[in-house]
Nanobody
Framework: VELVESGGGSVQPGGSLRLSCAASGFPFGIYHMSWFRQAPGKERMPVASITATGVSADYADSVKGRFAISRDNAKNTMYLLMNSLQSEDTAVYFC???????WGQGTQVTVSS
C-alpha cells in the first residue's frame, strides 16, 4: 500500500499549484481520501477530503473557495488544485487514506514573494 505525492514547489502569492497523489496496492476507488498539511512548528491539519466516488467533498474553512479536491479512480490518483495561494498555505502537504491509516511522504509547498 503506497501513496506518493507530487506537484509541490515554490510559487508567488496569488499563484496556483496542482498536487497529485498516486495510490497503489489497494482498491483506491472504494476509499474516502484526504489531503492534510503541516506548517513549520504546527500540527498536521486536514485540508480537504473526498468520498470514494468523488461526488462529495469537504474543505477546511481556510481553503474554501480557493482549493478543489478531485480524483480519477481509473488512474488511482487524487488531486488538489490550489488557487490564490497565500503565504499561510506554506506547508508540507500529505495524502491520506483514513480508513487504511496510510500516509504519503509529503510534498513541500512554499508561497513566497
Amino acid at each position: 500500500v503506497e501513496l506518493v505525492e507530487s506537484g509541490g514547489g515554490s510559487v508567488q502569492p496569488g499563484g496556483s499549484l496542482r498536487l497529485s497523489c498516486a495510490a497503489s496496492g489497494f482498491p483506491f476507488g472504494i476509499y474516502h481520501m484526504s489531503w492534510f498539511r503541516q506548517a513549520p512548528g504546527k500540527e498536521r491539519m486536514p485540508v480537504a477530503s473526498i468520498t470514494a466516488t468523488g461526488v462529495s467533498a469537504d474543505y477546511a474553512d481556510s481553503v474554501k473557495g480557493r482549493f478543489a479536491i478531485s480524483r480519477d479512480n481509473a488512474k488511482n490518483t487524487m488531486y488538489l488544485l490550489m488557487n490564490s495561494l497565500q503565504s499561510e498555505d506554506t506547508a508540507v502537504y500529505f495524502c491520506h487514506a483514513p480508513t487504511l491509516g496510510v500516509w504519503g511522504q509529503g510534498t513541500q509547498v512554499t508561497v513566497s514573494s
